[in-house]
């Protein structure tokens, strides 16, 4: 190993499904790591762990079936307290030589249809993946390069289409399809443009007689917008001749002509908008003289009809300032004014000045209520539709107009003219009872103009306008007669004008600037739009033709790795091909030969291969995958299943040899002993670090021990006869587990010994006692717990008759004598760490 390899160098796990409570740490600093577990010991549960680590996902629940709901809290350990911490975490050896804590916190589990979350840091500084640390991820649902059995056959079993995409992702080809994509959403953008209204103009004019002159106006091209304009004002002269019968000499003389042709058409056409009522204005509010009302009966009567007088005795500059007595000049009294009596009427003026206020406020509001009303009458008698005050030439006319029509519409404008009428006679209603509220606000701005008490009498109400107004209402609202009318006219109108296009002519004309403008950006779009297009159907070309390039790549990298786990066979594979031609669908197809001479027939894999052929392609093509994007290192979850055991050999000795060659660090888990062993017998040289994973407490989760001693190999030796269904099969389960046992003994008591001061090796107790029964008394001083003792003797007593004729123990009883021994191996790798001799 150099400093420019990336490589785990150790591995953490705490609260990640099988992993509980206890923090798990493993060594990985050797190329290659064998871990051995039995089902259900949390082989894949590591597997998934550094799966996490990479992605913060989990594959089986984006491939396998189900519900989403069915994945909720599969994450956390379920015998867990809901706000224990999980985490994933790894020592990292950059190509820099530097080795970096990379670590991912789980913070919510998978939720209904919500994926987790989780949060990825290295070295404490979080980040959003290991891009940083040469560790690239693939798009889809196999990211990380860690092969689990639902991965194992994804690629084979998911369906053509979803195939090219896995393909398309792992030869970097994802990027081609995405400037694809964006040259196809660009062109679909610019077909979905929405005309603008110069545009949508001349579409209704090209429903007219002058759809020709439309067309030719579509069609038109120019550099610039002033050579377009130029000839779009050419075309809609042309169009105006054709409809005026004469030539106009710009476009402005051409919208006039047309706007008075317009009108003479109207007035031959049905006068339909005559029958219909103008919108009123709000009814104006009563005016408010309530201040007026108060004043007017706090002063004195009397006082406030002599006020004006009053006023005007003390604006003579003779009487205002007198010191004696003089003659009143108005009722000529002698000496009847006093310098007294001037006081006080100056003193009645001041306390009567609100009252003058009060006055004149409530007189302009009369007066402005009185102008607001005539306004609403007006409007009121400007709302009666028109036709209601036709004279007998205009109805005669309308007769006419109605007759060309259809021969119903006569009788339909019979009803509609009583109606109008009818609606006419509620106006006048209204306008008359409004006519009577004026006059009474005129009698009662001129009590209040006379300073008098206002009587009850003379209060305004707008009640009797309101109810004529809502008769009025009610007419114009019901009016059926109106409804029916304009239903059988208009479509025959729209049809007639239409036809004729003047309207319409005339509408393009009004909007020539949008027009343009619109035509200029239309021929922009549909140049750009042809560029795409040709770009597009480029991009499908070189992707093709890219796809072969790579698949050629991909094929030759996976028919590689299918020879080193099946050399010499007549099935064969022959590559990854698109179907015909397309880069939509990918088949994998196999080569069939009758011998090593014949010509190879090709099929589809997935038809012809059968179940451990195909557990081969799928396990060679993640292979070819992580070597083509270069992955640093390689996770295989029982890549070779126990059925298969004929292809152990070829694995171990082709496959692992090939990858570990080519550089990547391997780690292996299996459950069959035998893979375990070969893996790491056949690469020696690399100095492999093996494991074995046991789930002795729930609660605190998987716990890996390093097996690479001779105890630990023995005991993995063990497990290839723990199930046999024979007594012949299982002795070579107590032969292991009895070599076991004598080597863990050894090992307990050289350490004990060397502790105490002696120093003692696993040979000097091997020349002392080498027998697991003259052992047992050698250890007994050293055992840990009560119940250990006990342990050892009954080990001897149930596997002994392994060793002999008699019948070997059951597969029940040899489980038991094995998790005994990896209780107290536990027990006594606990207190001692590494100095527990080996």
Known sequence: MTGEQVRLEWFEVRGFRAFGSETRRMDLTSNLVVIHAGNSQGKTSLA???????????????????????????????????????????????????VREVRRDLISDFSSAADCMSRLTVSGQEVSSLSILGIDTNEGAIAAPVLLQHTLRYVLSTEPKQRVTYFKALLALSDLDFLRERVRAQATDLERVSPGPGLLALQRLSRTQLAASATEIQQLAGEDRQTLRVG??????????????????????????????????????????DFSAALLTEMPVLPDISKYITEIRRADEVSAALLPVLTAVLRVPEVAHIDHPVDCPVCLTTDGLTPERIADIQTRLRDTTQLAAASSAAEKAVRDFRTRLQTWVDSVEGSIPSA????????????????????????????????????????????????????????????????????????????????????FLNKVSGDEALTRLRTAVEPLLRT?????????????????????????????????????????????????????????????????????????????????????????????????????????????????????????????????????????????????????GDHRLTFCQNTLAGLLSSGMQVIVTTYDPKLAELAQTVNESWEPITYDLTLLNIAEGTEPAQTSDLFSNYMLQGEDGLNAPTAVGRRGACTAYRSAAERLAKQIIATNRTASGDSTTVADIEREASMLGNLIPLLAPFTLSPDEKGKWQVIPKVLNPGNHDDGAPSTIELKQIRGNLRQIAKAHRQKWGSTLIR
């Open 48 to 98: 998934e762990a550094v799966e996490f680590l990479v992605t913060g996902r989990s594959s089986r629940r984006d491939l396998f079936g189900g519900a989403k709901a069915e994945y909720n809290e599969s994450l956390r350990n379920a015998h867990l307290p809901a706000d224990d911490p999980v985490w994933v975490a790894a020592g990292i050896r950059g190509k820099d030589g530097i």
């Open 496 to 644: 007639r004008l239409q036809s004729e296009g003047t309207q319409d002519l005339l509408h393009v004309l009004e909007r020539l600037e949008e027009l343009v403008e619109d035509q200029y950006a239309f021929q922009r779009r549909t140049a750009a739009l042809q560029r795409l297009n040709r770009a597009d159907r480029s991009l499908k070309k070189a992707i093709g033709a890219v796809l072969d390039d790579r698949f050629t790549t991909m094929s030759d990298a996976i028919m590689r790795w299918w020879g080193s786990i099946r050399p010499e066979e007549l099935v064969g594979f022959a590559g990854v091909k698109r179907r015909a031609a397309g880069a939509i669908f990918v088949n994998l197809i196999a080569a069939l030969q009758a011998d090593t001479q014949a010509d190879a027939v090709e099929r589809d894999a997935l038809g012809v291969f059968s179940d451990s052929q195909l557990n081969a392609l799928g396990l060679s093509t993640f292979l070819a995958r992580t070597e083509l994007v270069q992955s640093p290192f390689v996770f295989l979850d029982d890549p070779i299943p126990g059925s298969d």
């Open 232 to 273: 779009v004002e050419k075309a809609l002269l042309a169009a105006g001749t054709s409809v005026l019968g004469s030539e106009s000499e710009s476009i402005e003389h051409l919208c006039g002509a047309l706007e008075q042709a317009a009108q003479e058409r109207n007035d031959r056409v049905f006068p339909l908008s």
């Open 388 to 471: 209601a005050v036709w004279d007998e030439t205009r109805e005669l006319a309308a007769a006419s107009a109605a007759a060309s029509l259809s021969e119903d519409i006569p009788v339909l404008l019979t009803a509609a003219l009583q109606h109008a009428r009818g609606t006419a006679a509620d106006a006048r209603k209204v306008v008359d009872a409004a006519q009577k509220v004026d006059a009474a606000a005129a009698r009662l701005n001129d009590l209040i103009h006379r300073r008098v008490d206002i009587p009850p009498t003379a209060t305004l109400s707008l009640a009797e306008v309101q109810q004529s107004l809502s008769a």
